[in-house]
């Protein structure tokens, strides 16, 4: 599949083949139809924000897309469904303080490091892996409108 990758700080995006995403039980994988851009995005490309993030990676944080594959413990989502992707992975065995990465963006200390070794690849590509309870979803939409709910991302942080 095609992505945008960052392979060094302070360079541009390349655009090339990488590996599909694999999924697993208690992931889903998505048809990236929209991905937003942040406002600071040249700051973290760069370097100058200093983001814990491994390199080489996709970026992107969170997208709007259709659901493409499911893992066996999903019962509510269904192939086609509209969905965000919330880049904010969790780790599930710590509910009171748990680890964090933002997928293609950056991680929070060394657990969400962690984290990042599997959810490390953001929206800047055609495909997407999450864990389940990232994939919101969002009813019909029109995929001409898909760039518009990209907002989402923006309205979730306040």
């Known amino acids: 599949m095609k992505a945008a990758v960052l392979k060094r700080f302070g360079v541009p995006l390349d655009i090339e083949q990488v590996e599909a995403p694999v999924l697993g039980t208690g ?20 370097g100058e924000r200093q983001y814990l993030l491994e390199l080489p990676v996709v970026p992107g944080t969170g997208g709007i897309g ?46 969400g490091l962690k984290l990042q070794q ?12 999450l864990p389940t309870e990232n994939a919101k979803p969002i009813g019909r939409i029109d995929a001409q409108e898909a760039a518009h709910w990209c907002a989402l991302g923006t309205l979730l942080v306040p």
């Open 27 to 46: 992931e889903v994988i998505v048809d990236i139809v929209a991905a937003g851009v942040l406002s600071y995005a040249n700051e973290v490309f760069s």
């Open 118 to 129: 599997h959810f490390r690849h953001g929206s800047f590509a055609e495909r997407m892996l």
């Open 66 to 111: 259709r659901v493409r594959a499911l893992g066996p413990d999903a019962t509510h989502l269904a192939i086609g469904d509209w969905v965000f992707c919330d880049p904010t992975v969790r780790s599930r065995d710590a509910d009171l303080a748990p680890d964090i990465t933002l997928q293609g963006l950056s991680a929070r200390g060394p657990g």
